[in-house]
């Protein structure tokens, strides 16, 4: 979906939100939809209403939010409620775990797909020890519930997992080391083990995103808890400057995504 497709998108469901005086929401927004709605948001063209953006937990503070994919909500400034995303969590799992074999993203992503769903339908898919929990828009749940079956040789079976039961700890890789600057290109540079030239052409030519919103800046500093997304690359979270050096460098923590 390209920018303008997806500004006029938002337009209309903050108009209908705002008109009819009802909460709205979105499919899944990717993170190149999601810097598209909060240029929107900041300027001047929204109508009188709120909105937010969830990626499907309720019980996860914001700034713990490791979900990539959100659904965006406009509603009306006298909505008193609390605001039901309209996301399902599905749990996939082998059926003999034992003989199941080693699953990734994209084999979970693929076997739901070929079911006929489109990628906006689909939030995050966690992947861990065989399993998957995948967020999708509720409509669509019922229909994967009922027909995957199979991923790969693997049988597998398909059920509702309730924010409630939900239980997943992402995996992190740390790794420290020092940089130049805190700067974003330096870390990136840092995190990824290529050149301060093909980090800053990661960021001009669009790839990176700092907790959701695309990068415009190579200066731009990095902030304890900032997650920063290179596509085709990985996320990590910056966590700490421990030290500096007399020479000015300093000594970084940050936690890689695996």
């Known amino acids: 979906m390209n920018q303008d497709i997806t500004l006029k998108r938002l337009e209309d469901l903050a108009n209908t939100a705002y008109l009819r005086g009802i909460p709205v929401f979105t499919d899944f927004l990717d993170l190149g939809q999601q810097t598209e709605y909060n240029k929107y948001i900041m300027s001047n063209k929204m109508p009188p209403v709120k909105t937010s953006l969830s990626g ?19 509603y009306p400034y006298d909505t ?6 309209p996301i399902s969590i599905l749990e996939i799992k082998p059926v003999n775990k034992k003989f199941a074999d080693d699953l990734s993203h994209r084999d979970f992503l693929g076997a ?29 749940a019922d229909f994967v519930c009922d027909n995957l079956l ?8 398909t059920s509702l997992c ?33 050149s301060r030239n093909e980090s800053a052409l990661f960021i001009s030519s669009g790839k990176v ?48 995504y695996i």
Request: hydrophobic share 45%; with cysteine; net charge positive.
């Open 150 to 157: 199979r991923i790969r040789h693997t049988t597998v079976s």
């Open 209 to 256: 995103f700092v907790n959701g919103v695309q990068a415009v800046s190579k200066s731009y500093v990095l902030k304890y808890g900032d997650i920063v997304t290179v596509r085709g690359k990985g996320r990590f979270v910056f966590d700490e400057v421990a030290a500096t050096t007399k020479k000015g460098r300093y000594f970084i923590k940050i936690r890689k």
């Open 112 to 140: 739901i797909m070929n079911l006929g769903i489109e990628r906006h339908l689909l939030g995050d898919i966690l992947v861990a020890d065989k399993m998957a929990y995948v967020f999708i828009i509720s409509k669509m």
């Open 80 to 85: 008193y409620c609390d605001i039901i995303y």
């Open 162 to 194: 309730s924010n409630y039961d939900f239980n997943y700890t992402p995996v992190f890789k740390e790794e420290k080391g020092s940089v130049a600057s805190e700067r974003i290109d330096a870390v990136i540079a840092f995190a990824f083990n290529v």
């Open 56 to 74: 499907g937990l309720i019980f996860l503070e914001t700034s713990q939010d490791y979900l990539e994919r959100k659904v965006a909500c406009f």
